[in-house]
């Protein structure tokens, strides 16, 4: 890891600087001051962790200063920090804390009730807001900036998984696997002390520390936190910081898209807003509506796999293949042929096209899971990291997102991904999201899609149908079978949609069903019958 920056050394390059470092509601810190911060932390935790236990802390909190402060403060103390979900409850949380081996958490007053009664495995709880935190952090006021030795590969913090397929797993994420995302996004985006860094993804997750917290660190830019995202907030947040970069991840893009419009929307200092999983008529949209550049890319919080996206990558592409990067097929475990499309656009071959992104040079940035050696072992296999993620590649060698492994259905004995058909339901343009996913059939799997139609829109059964009818590029077993009208997708506290719920649910549910019986136009399905019928 030559040349990969710690980020010990990114906060070491801002401790004497005196302008705005980080802002967060009406309070403000300068650099120098953010830096005194995390070394007072860091000899707050030196004192409190136990030896000989590994010196990992449990943050449960929203995006507050405090969060940011214990960042540096582990970096400097080489200490561990475990972002805890506060949406996690009971056993769950109990789970996480257990499998991170936190020997201390330390929880905003809000979150303390979730931890009570709970088995933490004798982790010590310590309230952020209480008196005998503030009192240890008094102890150690002006503390001498003392950093311990730190090298790339140090583990820096345990991130879970959004737990979309089964429990959360605790991605180890290295000083390096922070640091260098953060001066490479803020070199790409030409990002400076000039400009403003507006984090209000969770804290806890990648995307906010790596794709916001480490950009504005590693540029020496100004941090501007919100407790949690609002939609209805984003642009007056954008104007009164004065932010020229955002971070997103997903649906967020479309719920700012939602609030209603207003003639001087453009008429605020964002420059760039980059992420991931954004749904590709938002991206425009956002960017023409709000005056800036919207830039999506492909990313997990394991970091195993990269895509480069350029100006003339195709619409809907993630990009081309990066050197080492291959789509293999499931089966053979060799590379997908090229994709072929007939004339309507269809994919013709996806049985043979459509496969595994796979790393096969190497494991990226991926440093394992933190007590999951089984996970390491379905992640990495004979020195390749295997993502889960499925696409396909064209004869230009533009690779295009099918869905996660888990999302793969089995219609008709053939292989579908689900974002393909996702992709396609996006197009309506009353659809303001979707999610494709498997429920039971006689033999294999049906199609079923829930939709959330756009504020104040009304979508009916026959001109939906006549939309799917319309669709050159979908295949007829990639029809939705089932299609459930719902007002939001359930989600993960880091906006991933949780399809295991809806596929459990399948059509037995409170909500509008239409149902389409073999080739025949979309019906309704009465409440009261909501059955599986295995005719079709």
């Known amino acids: 890891m030559t040349g990969v920056p710690t980020v010990t050394d990114l906060l070491l390059a801002r401790a004497g600087e005196q302008h705005p470092g980080l802002l967060f509601e009406d309070e403000s810190w300068s650099w120098a001051e953010c830096v005194l911060a995390g070394a007072e932390h860091a000899a707050a935790l030196r004192a409190l962790l136990p030896p000989g236990a590994p010196p990992h802390v449990g943050v449960l909190a929203d995006n507050v200063p405090a969060f940011s402060f214990l960042l540096g403060g582990a970096a400097l103390s080489g200490s561990v920090l475990a972002g805890l979900n506060p949406t996690r409850r009971g056993e769950a949380l109990a789970r996480d804390v257990r499998l991170a ?121 100004t941090i501007a936190l919100r407790r949690r995202f609002s939609a209805s907030g984003f642009l007056a947040d954008v104007r009164r910081f004065g932010a020229t970069y955002a971070n997103y991840v997903g649906a967020p893009l479309s719920y700012v898209l939602a609030t209603p419009p207003r003639p001087d929307d453009a008429d605020n200092p964002l420059r760039i807003v980059y992420g991931n999983e954004g749904a590709e008529a938002d991206l425009a949209a956002f960017g023409h509506r709000f005056g800036c550049h919207v830039v999506d890319a492909f990313g997990s919080t394991e970091g195993g796999v990269g895509f480069a996206r350029t ?70 296999r004979q ?89 050159p590029d979908l295949g007829p077993r990639q029809l939705p079978r089932f299609v459930r009208i719902v007002n939001e997708l359930p989600r993960t506290s880091t906006y991933k949609v949780l399809k295991r719920e809806l596929s459990r649910e399948g059509p037995h549910c409170s909500d509008p069903v239409w149902w389409r019986p073999g080739t025949e136009p979309i019906y309704e399905l009465p409440p009261s019958t909501r059955e599986w019928r295995h005719e079709f």
């Open 101 to 221: 081996d936190c020997a201390l958490v330390l929880a905003e007053s809000r979150y303390l009730p979730l931890l009570a009664g709970l088995d933490l495995g004798g982790a010590r709880v310590l309230d952020l807001d209480g008196a005998e935190w503030a009192e240890r952090l008094a102890a150690h006021r002006g503390a001498e900036i003392a950093p311990v030795a730190a090298a790339a590969g140090d583990l820096l913090m345990l991130i879970f998984t959004s737990g979309t397929s089964g429990a959360p797993k605790a991605v180890r994420c290295t000083h390096g696997k922070i640091a260098f995302p953060g001066r490479m996004l803020a070199e790409r985006f030409g990002l400076s002390r000039a400009g403003t860094v507006y984090v209000s993804m969770p804290m806890f997750h990648s995307n906010a520390i790596m794709a916001g917290w480490s950009v504005g660190l590693a540029a020496g830019a």
């Open 311 to 380: 100006p003339d990558t195709p619409s809907g592409s993630l990009g081309r293949l990066t050197e080492g990067v291959e789509v293999l097929h499931p089966d053979t475990g060799l590379p997908c042929p090229p994709a072929e499309f007939a004339e309507d656009g269809t994919l013709r071959n996806a049985a043979e096209a459509v496969g595994e992104i796979v790393n096969t040079s190497g494991t990226g940035w991926f440093a394992g899971y933190y007590g999951d050696p089984e996970a390491d072992a379905e992640r990495v």
């Open 383 to 471: 020195g390749r990291y295997f993502t889960g993620d499925l696409a396909y590649v064209d004869a230009e060698g533009y690779c295009y997102f099918a869905g996660r492994r888990g999302d793969w259905l089995r219609v008709d004995g053939e292989n579908l991904g689900t974002a393909p058909i996702e992709r396609v339901l996006l197009r309506h343009p009353r659809v303001a999201d979707a999610a494709v996913y498997a429920v039971p059939g006689r033999i294999g799997d049906q199609v079923m899609a829930a939709l959330v139609p756009r504020p104040e829109a009304t979508l009916t059964l026959a001109e939906f149908g006549d939309f799917l009818a319309a669709q």
